[in-house]
C-alpha cells in the first residue's frame, strides 16, 4: 500500500470516529438522562439549566442564544443533534451561562495560561526521560541504572498535586515564616486575565515555577521508566547482540539499530500526551489558582455550563484525532513497514 493511500485511508478514519464520539457524548449527556425519565423532556439537563437561570434577568441573553444555537424548541433527535453537529463544525458553541460570554472568546483567553504551563511542563520530562532513560539502559546492572530507576519509580507513584503541596510547604510557606523570604509564592493571589506588561509578566512566571517544578519531578518519572524499558527490551533482541558481537560498539549499534525501533511506541504515546496540552490538569489549576482552560472546565461542570462542556469536550477530541494522525504520518515516514504491515 503506498504511503498516500495509506494515510488518505488513515484519516478517513480517524474522521469518522471524531464523529461518532462527539454522537456518543450528546446521546450520553443530553439523550440518555430523556430516556432514563421516561422520556419527558424535562430531564434534559440543558433545559433543567435554563429553567434556573431563567428567574435571573442577568441570564437572558444566554437562554435565548442556547435556544437559537440548539433549537431546543425542537426534537432532540434528529433536529438537535444536526444542529448540535453543525455548531461542532462551525466552532459556534454559543454563550458561556458562567460568564455570559461568547465561549471561544473565554476560552482564547484562558488558552495562553494553559499552554504557558503545560507546553513546558509537557515537553521537558520527555526530554529528560528520553535522555535519561538512555543513560540508564546503557549502563544497566550498575549503581547508576539503579539510582535511576529507583528515583523514576519514586517520581511516577507520587501524585503531582502532592510534590506541588510539599513544595509550597517547603519553599513558600516555612521560608517566609521563619526567615521572611518569599522563594516561592503561595497560591493566593492568581495572575491577572490578560498580561498588559512587564511586571505581570515577571509576576506570571515567579508563580508559575512551583507548578513547573512539581511537574518536573512528578511527571519525569513515568518517561525515564518507559524509554528506559523501551531500550533494554531492544537491547536484548538477536539484532543487537549480533550487532555487538561483530564488533560493533554500543553507541552507534544503539544509534543505528535500537533508536529506529523505539521510535513507533514513543511516537505513540507522544501522540497520547500532546492533546492534554489543551486541557491541562484540574487538580494543578485549582490547587494554583491558575487561570487557565482546565479550572474553567471544571467550573462549567460544576454549574452544567453546557456550550463550555461540548466546546472543551469537542476540542480535546478533535486534538486527540489530530495529533493520532499526525503521529501516523511520522510513523510512516520513519518506519515504512507499517503501511504494509511488515
Known amino acids: 500500500m503506498g504511503a498516500g493511500r495509506f494515510i488518505a485511508k488513515t484519516g478517513v478514519r480517524l474522521l469518522a470516529t471524531y464523529f461518532a464520539v462527539i454522537i456518543l457524548y450528546f446521546i450520553v449527556v443530553r439523550v440518555l438522562p430523556v430516556l432514563a425519565a421516561g422520556g419527558d423532556m424535562h430531564a434534559d439537563p440543558l433545559l433543567a439549566a435554563l429553567r434556573r437561570t431563567g428567574e435571573d434577568p442577568r441570564f437572558t441573553f444566554w437562554i435565548d442564544e442556547a435556544i437559537r444555537t ?187 539499530h535500537v533508536i529506529p525501533n523505539v521510535r513507533p511506541p514513543l511516537v505513540m504515546s507522544l501522540a497520547y500526551t500532546i492533546p492534554d496540552i489543551f486541557g491541562g490538569s484540574i487538580i494543578f489549576e485549582i490547587i494554583c489558582n491558575w487561570p487557565g482552560i482546565a479550572s474553567f472546565s471544571y467550573v462549567a461542570l460544576q454549574t452544567w455550563d453546557f456550550p463550555v462542556m461540548s466546546a472543551f469536550f469537542t476540542i480535546s477530541a478533535l486534538l486527540n484525532v489530530v495529533s493520532l494522525f499526525v503521529a501516523e504520518i511520522i510513523l510512516v515516514l520513519v518506519d515504512p513497514r507499517i503501511r504494509t504491515g511488515g
Do not use: C
Open 70 to 256: 440548539y433549537g431546543l424548541d425542537r426534537p432532540l433527535i434528529p433536529d438537535q443533534l444536526f444542529r448540535y453537529l453543525r455548531s461542532v463544525v462551525m466552532f459556534q458553541f454559543g454563550v458561556s451561562v458562567y460568564t455570559q460570554q461568547p465561549v471561544l472568546n473565554e476560552i482564547a483567553v484562558r488558552l495562553p495560561y494553559t499552554l504557558s504551563f503545560y507546553t513546558i511542563s509537557t515537553i521537558l520530562p520527555i526530554v529528560i526521560g528520553y535522555y535519561l532513560g538512555i543513560i540508564s539502559a546503557k549502563h544497566r546492572g550498575k549503581t547508576l541504572d539503579s539510582v535511576i530507576v529507583q528515583t523514576s519509580v519514586v517520581s511516577r507513584i507520587l501524585p503531582g498535586w502532592l510534590v506541588l503541596l510539599l513544595i509550597y510547604y517547603g519553599l513558600a510557606y516555612l521560608p517566609r515564616i521563619y526567615w521572611n523570604l518569599q522563594i516561592f509564592p503561595l497560591p493566593v493571589r492568581a495572575p491577572e486575565i490578560g498580561i498588559r506588561d512587564w511586571e505581570q509578566f515577571r509576576y506570571l512566571l515567579w508563580y508559575m515555577s512551583p507548578m513547573l517544578l512539581a511537574a518536573l519531578i512528578a511527571w519525569s518519572g513515568g518517561w525515564i521508566y518507559y524509554i528506559r524499558q523501551l531500550v533494554v527490551s531492544e537491547m536484548g533482541q538477536d539484532y543487537y547482540v549480533t550487532a555487538v558481537a561483530k564488533g560493533l560498539d554500543e553507541k552507534t549499534a544503539l544509534s543505528r
